[in-house]
Each structure stands twice: as structure tokens, then as C-alpha cells.
């Protein structure tokens, strides 16, 4: 059974950058047919896609977060990161981290981390 | 505003049948699949309905997905209390080259 574990600061300060780590156990982030991926969910709102990263290193992000938004994979720990720099109180939501299953134009999550609420304020 | 439009509320009574819709366009719903989701208060979401109307391993056949044209639908039928969630429409988009979401539909079991 595949699991996903975000962890990393719950308060970030405005204009520094974001940094969360997803772990991944009972699987290898190493096996092909996957992105690893970053979405957040907004207090009491809905889900917003942020990008992924595949186990070659090569990344896609939302354009509308593009210019803010890197991910990273780490495959000998079995990790991918989210670093969104630049935050403002817009960014506080919950950060999920997912296995999204690749197909072509079909992509879907099957696997989520619990979720982490990060929270922009001084 | 959502890409993908779901009504923002459902409900229905133990042992009902529930239909929650969520419609798009030709550059996401009406090219390609759809999946749900569920996701109970505060929890993850959990993949519920892939592929238009795959059920993953442990869903309950009570719950079934359908397609038509640039809309789709997550039918649950015997419903439950356990069910009561919010539920989320989500498909790939051409235009942002990217998957997105409906803006969740909030299921009551009364």
C-alpha cells in the first residue's frame, strides 16, 4: 500500500518561500508511470492543482503559479518537494502531495497525503 | 470560479438514490475522462470514480460514474450516512495542459 507524508514549517512569514517535503513509502517514486504531485485546497474552498514533478526530474507546473512554483524529486530518499516562493496570506490553504496515475490527457490521483495547512501571516 | 461546474450542494434521505452533475467543455469533460472524488471532513480526498466509470479496488458498487458529452455524472444509490462528503469532478484541461477540478459538491445525509 502506497503512502504519501508531507511535512515541513506550518507558518510561513509574507515574502518568504514555502517549503514542504512529501515522503513516500511502499513504493518507489523510482517506477515509471507516475507524477508526483502538489495540490492545495484553500480554507473551505477547492482544489487547485499546483504541478509535478516525474522521476526523470522533468516538472510541469500551473501557469497561473509558474513563475513561483519549483518541484524536486529525490529518488535515492524517496522524496519530492514543493517550494513556492514570494507568499502572501493567498497562499494559506491545506498542501496535499499525490500519486497521479499518467495517462496520456487522463491523468488521475490515486494515491493523497493527509494534507498540511500552511498558514502565511508575520 | 471553477473550470469544471458542480452545484454546491446535495441531499438526500438513508437508501436514496443521489446524482451529483458536474459539467465543462469540449477542452476538458468533452475530450476526455473524468474522475471523483471524495473527501470527507477533514481527511484527504480519495479517489472514488476514475476513467468516467472505473471504480477503484474497495469502492462500493453504489457508486457509479457516467458521461455525456461535455457534462458527467456520480450517481450513488442505497445511500448511506457514511456518505456524507464533499464530492469533486475532476478532468485533464488542453487549455491549461493540466488537470482541473470542479468546485466540490457538499453531499447531506439527512
Known amino acids: 500500500q502506497v503512502q504519501l507524508q508531507e511535512s515541513g514549517p506550518g507558518l510561513v512569514k509574507p515574502s518568504q518561500t514555502l517549503s514542504l517535503t512529501c515522503t513516500v513509502s511502499g513504493g518507489s517514486i523510482s517506477s515509471g508511470g507516475y507524477y508526483w504531485s502538489w495540490i492545495r485546497q484553500h480554507p473551505g474552498k477547492g482544489l487547485e492543482w499546483i504541478g509535478y514533478?516525474?522521476?526523470?526530474?522533468?516538472?510541469y507546473y500551473n501557469p497561473s503559479l509558474k513563475s513561483r512554483v519549483t518541484i524536486s524529486i529525490d529518488t535515492s530518499k524517496n522524496q519530492f518537494s514543493l517550494k513556492l516562493s514570494s507568499v502572501t496570506a493567498a497562499d494559506t490553504a491545506v498542501y496535499y502531495c499525490?500519486?497521479?496515475?499518467?495517462?496520456?490527457?487522463?491523468?488521475?490521483?490515486?494515491?493523497w497525503g493527509q494534507g498540511t495547512l500552511v498558514t502565511v501571516s508575520s | 470560479q471553477s473550470v469544471l461546474t458542480q452545484p454546491p450542494s446535495a441531499s438526500g434521505t438513508p437508501g436514496q438514490r443521489v446524482t451529483i452533475s458536474c459539467s465543462g467543455s469540449?477542452?476538458?469533460?468533452?475530450?476526455?475522462?473524468v474522475h471523483w472524488y471524495q473527501q470527507v471532513t477533514g481527511t484527504a480526498p480519495k479517489l472514488l470514480i476514475y476513467s468516467d466509470d472505473e471504480r477503484p479496488s474497495g469502492v462500493p458498487d453504489r457508486f457509479s460514474g457516467s458521461k455525456s458529452g461535455t457534462s458527467a455524472s456520480l450517481t450513488i444509490s442505497g445511500l448511506r450516512s457514511e456518505d456524507e462528503a464533499d464530492y469533486y469532478c475532476a478532468a485533464w484541461d488542453d487549455s491549461l495542459s493540466g488537470p482541473v477540478f470542479g468546485g466540490g459538491t457538499k453531499l447531506t445525509v439527512l
Open positions: 514533478s516525474y522521476y526523470s526530474g522533468s516538472t
Open positions: 499525490a500519486r497521479e496515475v499518467t495517462m496520456f490527457r487522463g491523468e488521475y490521483f490515486d494515491y
Open positions: 469540449t477542452s476538458n469533460i468533452g475530450s476526455i475522462y
